[in-house]
C-alpha cells in the first residue's frame, strides 16, 4: 500500500527540472563566465530541455492518455503539471533566445566569432555557399511533394526539417502546394567558412540559412512561396516488458530504432512561421497548440556545443588544468595493488585524475596473479579503454564478469555493443537483474597472493567514464578491506547467481536495505537530538524526491537536528518552513563541472559517519535500482570527504543558489571575496593548480 503524505509539503518534480535549468542559464547570461564557455551552457540546457521532454513530458501524456493514474506526492495531477510545464517551458524557451540573440551572439561577434545572417551575406559568401551547395548538400537531399502519393514523411526525432509552400505545377503537371525537405544527419549545422571569405577569424554559417537561400534550387520551375525550419521531440521512453522477453539484448535491439519515431511532444518552428504552417504541422504530429515552440533562431542549439572546440580561443574558455594523482600514486609504475594494500585510497575527480582506475584494470589484465576481474557497467563510452583491458584479461586466461546495464538511458547501443564484445572474446556477461537497473558502481580483482586469494574493490559514485570523469565531480575509493571485499562479493553474487540476498557488513544496498539504513541513520539524529544532543546532517545528491526521507527529514528539523541539503537538481522538500522545516536549507552549486558526487554524514554522537554512495534519494534508487552506499572507514580520508566533499560547498558563495521553500531560487550575493568550491578544489588537487574564479 503506498503511504500518504500532506501534498502541501512536496514540491513538483517536473517544475523543479525546469527551475534546474533556469540555473543553468544564468551561466550562459553571466558575464563572469568565459564567452565559449557560456555558449556551451546555452547549449546545456538545449540537451536538457531535449530529454525533458522526450521523458518528462511525455510521461506526463501518457498518463494523460490512461485513467487511473495517481498524482504524484504534491498533488498535482498530470494535467495541472502539464499546464505549468508549458507556461513555464516557454518562458524559459524565450529568454535562452533573447540570451542568444541580445548577448551572446553580439559578444561572440566583438571577438570574431561570427554567424553570418543569409540578408547580410555579400557577393563573395553568396558564391562560396552556392558552391558548397551544389557540391556538399544538394546530392543527399530528397524532397518530398505531398500529395496522395507521397503523404507526408516519417520525421526522426530531434532531426533539422523544412515544410516549403509552393506555387505552380510540376514537371508532371501536378499542382503540389506543399513540399518537406529534411536534412541528413550526415550534413553538419554549423559551416566554417574560410577566413578570407568570412572576414573574420571564425565565420560560421547555418546550414539552415544555406537551404533557405537554395530551396528554390529543389524544386525548378516553381515559385516558393514560403520555407520554414521546424524540428519535432517524441517519446523517447523504450518499451521492453522485462517480464515477457528471452533475451533483453535482442529484444531491446529491436526496439532502439522505435525511438526515432515515438509519439510527438513538442514541435519547434521559426517565430516567422506562418500560422498555416504551423497549424499543418500541429495537425501532422497529433499535438495541440501548447506544445508549438516558436524561436527566434535555430530549432535547434544544441547543435553550437561543437563549436567552442573549432574556435581556438583559449582566452574565451576554462583554463585548462591537469588532474592530479595522490601521491601514493604519483611513482612511476606504481603496483596498485601493494598502495591498496597498505591503505585505502581516494580519488575526487575531476580535479585528481581518472587514470589511476585505468591503471588498475590494465595492471589486473595482466598480472599473472590476478585470477578474475568483475566490473558493473552503468555508462562507459562509445570507446573504453576499460572495456579494451577486459577483453584483453579474457584473452589471457582470466575470469570476467561483466554486469551490463542495457537500459541505461540514451546509452544501450554503446552497451549492446560491448556485451557483444566481450562474449565474443569469452567474458561472462550478465544483465542485472529484470526490473532493477544496476546502477552501482564496482569493480572488484581477485588476486592470488601467498597462497591464498584476495580481493581488492574500486567503488565510486561516478560512471567507468573517463571523459565525463573530466567533467563530473565524483569520489572513487580503492580498497582491500576485507569485509568491505566480501560485501562487495556478495552483491556480484547477487547480480549473477541467484538465492537470497545475504547480510552485508558495511555497503548499503538497493533495493534491500538502503532506503532503512538512511531512514534509521536520520531518526537516530532525531533521537539524538531529543535527548539534548548536537547533531548535523549533511547530504550531498543530484535529487532529493522520496516521500518517507522528506518527511523523517522534516521530523529531524522540528527535533532541531540542522540539516544541510546540498542538491544539484530537483528537490520536493521545502526548507525553511516554520514549524515544518526550519533548520533544513537546500542549496544548488551550478558551476564549472557538472556536481554528481552523492556524500551523505551523520554527526552520529561525535562517531561522523560518511557513506558515499550511487544513488540519489529518489524511489527508483531507493526501490527499482540496485546500488551500493558504502562507508569512509579510514579518518583521514573521511576528514577529506567532509572538506572536499561538503564544507567547502557549503562555504561556497560564488556558484551557489539558496532554495526557498516555494522552490525558487536565489544566487548567494556577497560583498566579500567569492569562494568557488570548484576552483579552491582545483587550486588544492590539480597537478597544475590554477588562480580560483
Given amino acids: 500500500m503506498v503511504k500518504k503524505f500532506p501534498a502541501q509539503n512536496f514540491l513538483n518534480r517536473e517544475l523543479g527540472q525546469l527551475e534546474f535549468n533556469r540555473r543553468v542559464l544564468a551561466q550562459a547570461e553571466s558575464p563572469s563566465v568565459p564567452l565559449l564557455e557560456r555558449l556551451k551552457y546555452l547549449c546545456i540546457v538545449s540537451s536538457n530541455l531535449d530529454e525533458f521532454f522526450e521523458i518528462r513530458v511525455a510521461g506526463l501524456k501518457e498518463q494523460i492518455s490512461l485513467t487511473g493514474i495517481p498524482s504524484g506526492p504534491d498533488g498535482m495531477d498530470a494535467h495541472q503539471t502539464l499546464k505549468l510545464v508549458r507556461e513555464q517551458a516557454h518562458q524559459l524557451v524565450t529568454r535562452q533566445y533573447q540570451a542568444l540573440n541580445d548577448g ?33 548538400v544538394m ?37 503540389t502546394a506543399k513540399a518537406i525537405v529534411q536534412a541528413p544527419r550526415v550534413l553538419p549545422r554549423t559551416i566554417l567558412l574560410p577566413p578570407e ?30 520555407c520554414h525550419q521546424f524540428r519535432v521531440t517524441r517519446n523517447s521512453n523504450l518499451f521492453v516488458d522485462e517480464e515477457e522477453v528471452k533475451n533483453l539484448r535482442v529484444s531491446l535491439q529491436g526496439e532502439l530504432p522505435h525511438r526515432h519515431f515515438g509519439n510527438a511532444v513538442r514541435l519547434e518552428v521559426t517565430d516567422n512561421c506562418t500560422p498555416q504552417v504551423a497549424e499543418f504541422l500541429l495537425q501532422q504530429f497529433n499535438l495541440e497548440p501548447g506544445d508549438l515552440y516558436r524561436v527566434d533562431g535555430p530549432v535547434n542549439l544544441v547543435r553550437l556545443m561543437d563549436i567552442p572546440g573549432r574556435v581556438e580561443r583559449d582566452d574565451l574558455k576554462f583554463p585548462a588544468f591537469s588532474p592530479g594523482v595522490p601521491a601514493v600514486l604519483q611513482k612511476k609504475g606504481a603496483d596498485m595493488f601493494k598502495v591498496i594494500r597498505k591503505g585505502d585510497v581516494l580519488l575526487h575527480h575531476p580535479f585528481q585524475s581518472f587514470k589511476p582506475i585505468i591503471d588498475f584494470i590494465q595492471q589486473a589484465s595482466t598480472d599473472p596473479s590476478v585470477v578474475a576481474i568483475k566490473q558493473t557497467v552503468y555508462r562507459t563510452g562509445v570507446d573504453s579503454v576499460l572495456m579494451e583491458s577486459l577483453i584483453a584479461a579474457t584473452h589471457l586466461g582470466k575470469e570476467v564478469t561483466v554486469v551490463v546495464e542495457l537500459l541505461a538511458r540514451f546509452d544501450e547501443e554503446a552497451n549492446i555493443n560491448w556485451a557483444s564484445k566481450l562474449e565474443e572474446a569469452g567474458a561472462h556477461v550478465v544483465y542485472g537483474v529484470v526490473g532493477h537497473k544496476t546502477h552501482a558502481k564496482m569493480l572488484m580483482v581477485v588476486r592470488r597472493e601467498d597462497g591464498k586469494l584476495r580481493r581488492y574493490v574500486h567503488l565510486g559514485t561516478g560512471n567507468y567514464h573517463p571523459r565525463t570523469a573530466r567533467l563530473y565531480t565524483d569520489f572513487g575509493l580503492f580498497t582491500a578491506n576485507e569485509e568491505i571485499c566480501a560485501d562487495a562479493n556478495e552483491v556480484f553474487n547477487q547480480l549473477t547467481s541467484l538465492g537470497k540476498a545475504g547480510k552485508l557488513r558495511h555497503l548499503w544496498q538497493s533495493p534491500f536495505t538502503l532506503h532503512s539504513q538512511v531512514l534509521s541513520a536520520i531518526r537516530n539524529e532525531t533521537r539524538l537530538a531529543q535527548a539534548g544532543k548536537t547533531t548535523k546532517i549533511i547530504a550531498k545528491m543530484n535529487a532529493m524526491l522520496e516521500p518517507e526521507i522528506i518527511m523523517a527529514l522534516y521530523e529531524a528539523s522540528q527535533a532541531g537536528v540542522k540539516v544541510d541539503l546540498i542538491v544539484r537538481g530537483v528537490c520536493a522538500l521545502r526548507p525553511g518552513v516554520p514549524g515544518l522545516s526550519e533548520n533544513i536549507r537546500v542549496r544548488s552549486i551550478v558551476g564549472r563541472f557538472l556536481e554528481h558526487t552523492r556524500v551523505f554524514y551523520f554527526r552520529n554522537n561525535l562517531k561522523h559517519d560518511v557513506y558515499l554512495s550511487s ?26 570527504v567532509i572538506e572536499e566533499g561538503l564544507k567547502i560547498y557549503l562555504q561556497d558563495n560564488g556558484n551557489a543558489w539558496e532554495m526557498d521553500a516555494d522552490g525558487h531560487y536565489r544566487q548567494k550575493a556577497t560583498r566579500r571575496a567569492v569562494p568557488n568550491a570548484q576552483a579552491m578544489l582545483l587550486l588544492e588537487l590539480a597537478s597544475q593548480p590554477l588562480n580560483p574564479g
Fill in 615 to 640: 544513488a540519489d534519494w529518489m524511489d527508483r534508487n531507493f526501490f527499482r535500482r540496485i546500488e551500493v552506499c558504502f562507508p569512509v572507514l579510514d579518518k583521514k580520508l573521511k576528514k577529506r
Fill in 104 to 136: 551572446l551572439l553580439p559578444a561572440l561577434d566583438k571577438q570574431g566569432v561570427r554567424f553570418l545572417r543569409r540578408t547580410k551575406w555579400n557577393d563573395a559568401q553568396r558564391a562560396w555557399v552556392k558552391e558548397f551547395f551544389f557540391n556538399e
Fill in 139 to 175: 546530392p543527399v537531399l530528397t524532397p518530398i511533394g505531398l500529395d496522395p502519393s507521397h503523404p507526408f514523411p516519417s520525421v526522426l526525432n530531434k532531426s533539422l526539417n523544412f515544410a516549403v509552400e509552393l506555387q505552380g505545377k510540376d514537371a508532371f503537371g501536378r499542382n
Fill in 197 to 226: 571569405i568570412s572576414g573574420c577569424a571564425h565565420g560560421f554559417v547555418f546550414l539552415s540559412s544555406i537551404l533557405h537561400a537554395h530551396v528554390g534550387d529543389l524544386f525548378s520551375g516553381m515559385e516558393v512561396l514560403s
